[in-house]
């Protein structure tokens, strides 16, 4: 049984739906391709929206193990180019911490964060640890992590969305801050469900904004 929650957010909403709720729809996306059999639970106006295309759900995840070369400053570039946010301190699925030879992440999808300890540039030990308590648990052998985002801000997406904005909506492009966060290649409050304009898998553009938001 796989259940695919809703955002809990309204459409006009300028913030983003909790991490644990896109966590919980991005392990759901992930898993649905080779499900063979089962039952999927999914709110009805759940069932209205458009959902992430497959390969940035599947192509965008990676996988961390023991014994793996790892330059923390290419990871963390690849890790914030996934979605993943660089915090002082991992509480919540999509955080991620570089302290020293150790970089502490929550993965999208799992059910706790994990620590990886290198020795010089190979990782060493990977732990799950508490996020309240910050104290290390199990060991384990690697982590999959999957994309930190439901939306994909590549280039190309991020064109198509820019595109999209201009198309449909009269705005100023200079005083609009979502048009600009796009430019920029951020991620802006609420992105996950005002913009569904950037995926390939979308034909047409679903994006919703106020006018204070666009003017």
């Keep these: 049984m796989i259940a695919f929650p809703d955002w809990e ?12 709720i896109v966590s919980q729809r991005l392990a759901a996306l992930h898993r649905l391709p080779t499900l063979k059999r089962g039952i999927v639970i999914v709110p009805v106006q759940t069932l209205l929206q458009r959902l992430a295309p497959l390969k940035h759900v599947v192509g965008g995840s990676f996988d961390v193990k023991i014994g793996q ?44 964060p994990f620590r990886v300890e290198l020795l010089d540039d190979e990782i060493e030990t990977i732990r799950a640890f508490d996020p309240e308590s910050q104290r290390s648990l199990d060991k384990i052998d690697a982590v999959h992590l999957l994309p930190g985002r439901e939306v994909p801000l590549s280039d190309a997406a991020l064109k198509r969305a820019l595109d999209a904005l201009r198309e449909r909506f009269d705005l100023d492009t200079r005083r609009s801050a979502l048009y600009q966060d796009l430019k920029a290649g951020l991620a802006p409050p609420a992105s996950s469900t005002t913009c569904r304009c950037s995926s390939t898998a979308l034909p047409r553009c679903s994006i919703t904004c106020t006018r204070t938001r666009c003017r």
Excluded: I
């Design 69 to 112: 070369r790892l330059d923390l400053d290419a990871e963390k570039r690849r890790l914030e180019s996934a979605g993943y946010r660089h915090v002082p301190q991992v509480l919540d699925p999509g955080d991620f911490a570089v302290r020293g030879g150790l970089l502490d992440v929550y993965p999208m999808g799992a059910d706790q």
């Design 9 to 20: 957010t309204l459409p006009y909403d300028l913030f983003s739906p909790h991490p644990d």
